[in-house]
């Protein structure tokens, strides 16, 4: 059974971000499936912080998207963003640390806010951009839009985000240099 089926309703028709939207399905498709199979808290913990920075970077390339083409309501699609990455944040550390005793409570919340937030304030912003003529980006066009993502982070949000990433880390034992941000910030030391 899949606990999060895509569905074409979800497409905002926008290929760079239907992608992103369809990982971030995954991610909780894997958690659910890990979570059923009885895995550890550490293999819980290495999917719930990987979930965390795929949310940072999709967050990061879609406000960088609606930034570029100057989208009237940026801002309070932002903080949207903002908030649900502080709650992200607090989840894995209360699972870490023991106070939630099951990651399905963190991927039944991910879910609801993930399809409501899709439907809603996304669907808000594509009509939007399809008249500025963003419809399929080619596949140049994603890699340089990525690009930028990671190019145009704000440090203090990296900093809280990598603070948090390494709270989860020490308090499960477990070590991650998967994180695009920290594995390209690794290769340029």
């Known amino acids: 059974m899949t606990y999060f089926e895509w569905k074409n309703d979800y497409s905002v028709g926008i290929a760079i971000i239907d992608n992103q939207h ?13 979570t ?21 970077y999709h967050f990061t390339s879609e406000e960088n998207l609606l930034r570029m083409h100057k989208y009237p309501d940026y801002e309070e699609h ?26 399905m409570q963190i991927a039944d ?27 399929r980006k080619t596949k140049f066009e994603q890699v340089e839009c990525e690009k930028s993502s990671f190019n145009e982070i704000d440090a203090e949000k990296v900093g809280s985000f990598v603070l948090s990433c390494c709270l989860i880390l020490l308090t499960s034992s477990v070590v991650i240099f998967s994180c695009p941000i920290v594995a390209g910030t690794l290769d340029h030391a």
């Not at 199979?37 to 719930?48: H, Y």
């Open 22 to 34: 369809k990982k971030w399905v995954q991610y909780l498709n894997n958690l659910y499936e890990l």
């Open 109 to 135: 919340f991910l879910k609801e806010w993930l399809t409501d937030h899709i439907l809603d304030t996304d669907k808000k912003y594509a009509p939007f951009l399809k008249e500025k003529g963003v419809i």
């Open 78 to 103: 932002r903080q949207k963003h903002e908030i649900l990455t502080g709650q992200v944040q607090d989840f894995n550390l209360q699972f870490s640390a023991g106070h939630i005793s099951s990651p």
């Open 36 to 56: 059923n199979a009885g895995k550890g808290k550490e293999t819980l913990n290495i999917i719930l912080v990987n979930m965390a920075q795929y949310t940072q």
